[in-house]
């Protein structure tokens, strides 16, 4: 979830009890009032029945109804009564219904004697306004924080549109650029504080890398030269006689570290590379046409450790990649197959449009499953191997955003390399 996104969520989610109480806050808040107004107007009642009571002709000396409301007794005797409200019910003639009513009561003392009064007033009518009011202010409420919610989202947009010019610039920053690129300012002092940080770290980044890639290339250059004229001495020394059985076996062996050297220093050169995004261009690689091409080149080594060698390619299998690395990854995966297959078994290899998967019989892993890819992990047995191969084929598929899967059925004693390609 965005950080907008999660901001008006969060707002949302502060603003929903808000509104609650104040709708609740309000609400309570005209009930009383509007009672208030009542029990003033039961009280201004009150006040002018006394006033007719005392300057009253007729004498009342009799407890009788003089109008339904309000309602005036004579009391025989007793204390008087203060001033008491309550909430009840009656019946309403005109509308033929119970309905909610206020009432006031109280005594009057009046010369000598004691009235008991009681004033009433319906609230049905009270209530319905104070009804459409709580409605009102609820829905004012809410259509208020429904617009905030839109104004703040409209806000934050405009204020975080640095920001994402910001992402879409580094999403497509690029190191092996000519000249780094800069980072605009947007007028923000935070944003700004970041585009300088950017800024500095691209410098500082290009720089690294513009070092490195010098001395991987003149490490290359340097270290190719002394090697192959060491490889060309040794053989001109094997062309000399005499020599003896011992000697010879000690320049084959010379010849085989060269030989492994040589190899462990492109392996090397080669990992550097890719991590220094160095094989940025990019074309449509047919992986059928490769890999059949590929398995006519290693079908003699094949044939000759007495490998029962099948294949299932489908044909026009494309992928978007540096050609010189789909050749290695598809290779090393052969080659890796090949070797560690027992001779006079079988491997097969399948392509299709969704996966490369190769499969050989050979005995178990003499290491944990989970470090088959890593540096310079090998077996044993073949001291040859510099352990980069799988290195190479997981460094290449992290690359492309593919996945390198591997299992191993014991009961079969098959390995199985499956290489699953992004949709």
Same mark, same amino acid.
């Given at each position: 979830?965005?950080?907008?996104?999660?901001?008006?969520?969060?707002?949302?989610?502060? $603003?929903?009890?808000?509104?609650? &109480?104040?709708?609740?806050?309000?609400?309570?808040?005209?009930?009383?009032?509007?009672?208030?107004?009542?029990?003033?107007?039961?009280?201004?009642?009150?006040?002018?029945?006394?006033?007719?009571?005392?300057?009253?002709?007729?004498?009342?000396?009799?407890?009788?109804?003089?109008?339904?409301?309000?309602?005036?007794?004579?009391?025989?005797?007793?204390?008087?009564?203060?001033?008491?409200?309550?909430?009840?019910?009656?019946?309403?003639?005109?509308?033929?219904?119970?309905?909610?009513?206020?009432?006031?009561?109280?005594?009057?003392?009046? &010369?000598?004697?004691?009235?008991?009064?009681?004033?009433?007033?319906?609230?049905?009518?009270?209530?319905?306004?104070?009804?459409?009011?709580?409605?009102?202010?609820?829905?004012?409420?809410?259509?208020?924080?429904?617009?905030?919610?839109?104004?703040? &989202?409209?806000?934050?947009?405009?204020?975080?549109?640095?920001?994402?010019? +910001?992402?879409?610039?580094?999403?497509?920053?690029?190191?092996?650029?000519?000249?780094?690129?800069?980072?605009?300012?947007?007028?923000?002092?935070?944003?700004?504080?970041?585009?300088?940080?950017?800024?500095?770290?691209?410098?500082?980044?290009?720089?690294?890398?513009?070092?490195?890639?010098?001395?991987?290339?003149?490490?290359?250059?340097?270290?190719?030269?002394?090697?192959?004229?060491?490889?060309?001495?040794?053989?001109?020394?094997?062309?000399?006689?005499?020599?003896?059985?011992?000697?010879?076996?000690?320049?084959?062996?010379?010849?085989?570290?060269?030989?492994?050297?040589?190899?462990?220093?492109?392996?090397? +050169? +080669?990992?550097?590379?890719?991590?220094?995004?160095?094989? $940025?261009?990019?074309?449509?690689?047919?992986?059928?046409?490769?890999?059949?091409?590929?398995?006519? %080149?290693?079908?003699?080594?094949?044939?000759?450790?007495? +490998? %029962?060698?099948?294949? #299932?390619?489908?044909?026009?299998?494309?992928?978007?990649?540096?050609?010189?690395?789909?050749?290695?990854?598809?290779?090393?995966? #052969?080659?890796?197959?090949?070797?560690?297959?027992?001779?006079?078994?079988?491997?097969?290899?399948?392509?299709?449009?969704?996966?490369?998967?190769?499969?050989?019989? &050979?005995?178990?892993?003499?290491?944990?499953?989970?470090?088959?890819?890593?540096?310079?992990?090998?077996?044993?047995?073949?001291?040859?191997?510099?352990?980069?191969? #799988?290195?190479?084929?997981?460094?290449?598929?992290?690359?492309?955003?593919?996945?390198?899967?591997?299992?191993?059925?014991?009961?079969?004693?098959?390995?199985?390399?499956?290489?699953?390609?992004?949709?």
């Amino acid at each position: 979830m965005s950080l907008l996104r999660k901001t008006l969520l969060y707002l949302m989610l502060a $603003a929903i009890p808000v509104a609650l &109480g104040g709708v609740w806050f309000f609400g309570t808040l005209i009930n009383r009032v509007i009672r208030y107004e009542v029990d003033e107007q039961l009280s201004s009642d009150l006040a002018f029945i006394q006033h007719q009571l005392q300057t009253a002709r007729v004498p009342l000396n009799r407890g009788h109804h003089l109008l339904d409301n309000p309602y005036i007794a004579l009391l025989p005797s007793g204390h008087p009564i203060g001033r008491m409200y309550s909430d009840t019910v009656e019946f309403d003639r005109r509308e033929q219904e119970p309905v909610p009513v206020r009432r006031l009561t109280a005594t009057a003392q009046i &010369g000598d004697r004691m009235y008991l009064i009681v004033v009433r007033q319906a609230m049905g009518e009270f209530e319905e306004i104070a009804h459409l009011l709580s409605l009102g202010v609820m829905v004012a409420f809410v259509l208020l924080l429904i617009l905030l919610t839109l104004l703040n &989202g409209w806000i934050s947009r405009r204020l975080w549109q640095p920001f994402y010019r +910001l992402i879409d610039q580094l999403r497509t920053y690029r190191l092996n650029e000519r000249t780094p690129d800069t980072f605009d300012r947007s007028g923000i002092d935070e944003f700004d504080q970041l585009s300088v940080a950017l800024n500095d770290m691209s410098l500082t980044l290009h720089r690294q890398y513009v070092g490195q890639k010098e001395f991987t290339d003149h490490a290359a250059h340097e270290m190719q030269t002394p090697l192959a004229v060491v490889t060309t001495q040794l053989d001109r020394l094997l062309t000399t006689e005499p020599l003896t059985e011992e000697q010879v076996n000690l320049m084959e062996q010379a010849q085989q570290s060269v030989r492994r050297l040589v190899q462990l220093n492109k392996s090397l +050169l +080669l990992l550097t590379k890719i991590e220094n995004n160095q094989f $940025a261009d990019q074309q449509r690689v047919n992986l059928s046409e490769l890999v059949n091409r590929l398995h006519l %080149n290693f079908a003699a080594y094949a044939q000759h450790r007495g +490998l %029962n060698w099948t294949t #299932l390619i489908e044909p026009d299998v494309s992928r978007l990649m540096n050609p010189y690395l789909a050749e290695v990854l598809i290779s090393n995966l #052969l080659k890796n197959s090949l070797t560690h297959a027992l001779p006079s078994t079988f491997a097969q290899l399948d392509l299709t449009n969704s996966q490369f998967t190769v499969t050989n019989v &050979g005995p178990p892993l003499p290491f944990p499953a989970d470090q088959l890819f890593d540096r310079f992990v090998k077996n044993p047995a073949r001291p040859e191997s510099t352990g980069l191969g #799988l290195a190479l084929v997981k460094q290449i598929a992290d690359r492309y955003g593919m996945t390198v899967d591997y299992c191993y059925d014991e009961r079969g004693r098959l390995h199985t390399f499956t290489l699953f390609f992004p949709n």
